[in-house]
Nanobody, 122 residues
Framework: QVQLAESGGGLVQAGGSLRLSCAAP????????MGWFRQAPGKEREFVAT????????TYADSVVGRFTISRDNAKNTVYAQMNSLKPEDTALYYC???????????????WGQGTQVTVSS
């Protein structure tokens, strides 16, 4: 079982930045592909970014390319999402996810956190 705990959400003005963190205590963090997803009110959960086990391969949704950066520190068992140039349409509950085998944009990751709220005001 992998427990994930997101933090770093908040209220920010359009154009601002936030850094989300997701901690996953345990010795096997580096064995998991990690992803960030988000869900806005009334919408389905959608893919934001993924990072592979080593951190060398990342993928992004078209809507966040050039603005968001996913990274991980395996020594700290933590994955990050640096979010710059935020827009009101980025407002959502942001989830991190982990899976030993999947590393794609699908919603089928085995483990999910509780989410952290990001609100971008115009």
């Amino acid at each position: 079982q992998v427990q994930l705990a997101e933090s770093g959400g908040g209220l920010v003005q359009a154009g601002g930045s936030l850094r989300l963190s997701c901690a996953a205590p345990g010795r096997t963090f580096s064995s998991y592909c990690m992803g960030w997803f988000r869900q806005a009110p009334g919408k389905e959960r959608e893919f934001v970014a993924t990072i592979n086990r080593s951190g060398l391969i990342t993928t992004y949704a078209d809507s966040v390319v050039g603005r968001f950066t996913i990274s991980r520190d395996n020594a700290k068992n933590t994955v990050y999402a640096q979010m710059n140039s935020l827009k009101p349409e980025d407002t959502a509950l942001y989830y991190c996810a982990a899976d030993r085998y999947l590393c794609d944009s699908g919603n089928n990751y085995a483990y999910w956190g509780q989410g952290t709220q990001v609100t971008v005001s115009s």
